[in-house]
């Protein structure tokens, strides 16, 4: 069946760098697509969301990209801080309020 | 706001025992979805309710599995018998409206079946 999927299981990353989060997905009829942050011992955390009418959305050092082309996803985070570590997920959804959730990727932020 | 609530946040139990899973949504929310949490299988959805109604179970695993919303506030997920393969952590999350609105998720249930 289609399925959200990451790319990399880990990543690891020097503090102050910039992270690449990958993920990709193979329902075409998918609208919209989400990050969440999962630290240990909690429950998924919202980062950002964006529509498959738009291909860029920024946050707060936070910034996804949307290609529908190869339907492929990434969450960018600028200047990696030591609480940026955690398990992160795609997730997509649409009109049917069901969100399909990639299997993680783990980033550890090294001082 | 307490944001959504889930007790209890560990749950150890022998194989066959009867297990109750809690979960207040926040207030105003329409909407409340269990999921289950393994290495394997990652983040699963059982189910999902609207206006405390059950919308859709088809990710509940099997008839052992049950769900209810009695009221717009609470929500009880129920296994029975329990088995070790129900090892997992249990989450809550509810939103508001829109299928393009956040779903806000509480700290989870930690189960073990022994």
């Known amino acids: 069946g289609e399925s959200v999927g990451l790319h990399l299981p880990t990543l690891s990353v020097q503090e102050g760098d910039n992270s690449i989060i990958n993920c990709a997905y193979s329902?075409?009829?998918?609208?919209?697509f989400i990050w969440y942050k999962q630290e240990s011992g909690k429950g998924p955390q919202f980062i950002i969301d964006?529509?498959?009418?738009?291909d860029k959305r920024q946050g707060q050092r936070v910034t996804v990209l949307l290609n529908k082309t190869v339907k492929h996803l990434s969450l960018q985070i600028a200047a990696t801080q030591p609480g940026d570590s955690a398990v992160y997920f795609c997730a997509e959804g649409g009109q049917d309020y069901k969100l399909s959730f990639g299997a993680g990727t783990t980033v550890t932020v090294r001082a | 706001d307490a944001g959504v609530i889930q007790s209890p946040r560990h749950e150890v139990t022998e194989m066959g025992q009867e297990v109750t899973l809690r979960c207040k949504p926040i207030?105003?929310?329409?909407?409340l979805f269990w999921y289950r949490q393994t290495m394997m299988r990652g983040l699963e959805l059982l189910i999902y309710?609207?206006?405390?109604?059950?919308?859709?179970d088809s990710g509940m695993p099997e008839d052992r599995f049950s769900a209810k919303m009695p009221n717009a506030s609470f929500s009880t997920l129920k296994i029975q018998p329990s088995e070790p393969r129900d090892s997992a952590v249990y989450f809550c999350?509810?939103?508001?409206?829109?299928?393009?609105?956040?779903?806000?998720f509480g700290p989870g249930t930690r189960l073990t079946v022994l």
């Open positions: 207030s105003g929310h329409d909407y």
């Open positions: 329902n075409s009829a998918s609208d919209y």
């Open positions: 999350a509810s939103r508001w409206g829109s299928a393009y609105n956040e779903q806000f």
């Open positions: 964006i529509r498959s009418n738009m």
């Open positions: 309710f609207n206006n405390n109604v059950p919308i859709d």
